[in-house]
């Protein structure tokens, strides 16, 4: 779970969860590996977000026993 604030002070929670964290390390680190190999990104230094869709990434984990949602994060 993480929580995020934007620039304009909106909250968000991003809540990802599965059965097996090692065996999704695994395929997290190919399915990555794949996608920067068909689909470059831009040179340097990226977080995964930046240099792959990340609704897309985690869509291609559900089938691996991936759940995940975004919700409104509470107030602090």
């Given at each position: 779970m993480?929580?995020?604030?934007?620039?304009?002070?909106?909250?968000?929670?991003g809540i990802v969860q599965g059965p097996d964290t090692y065996g999704?390390?695994?395929?997290?680190?190919v399915e990555g590996s794949?996608?920067?190999?068909f689909e470059p990104a831009k040179p340097?230094?990226?977080a995964p977000a930046q240099a792959y869709h990340p609704t897309?990434?985690?869509d291609f984990l559900i089938p691996h026993g991936i759940q995940w949602i975004i919700e409104d994060a509470p107030a602090t």
């Open positions: 993480i929580d995020a604030t934007g620039a304009d002070g909106r909250r968000a929670r999704t390390t695994a395929v997290i680190a794949r996608r920067l190999i340097g230094v990226l897309a990434f985690l």
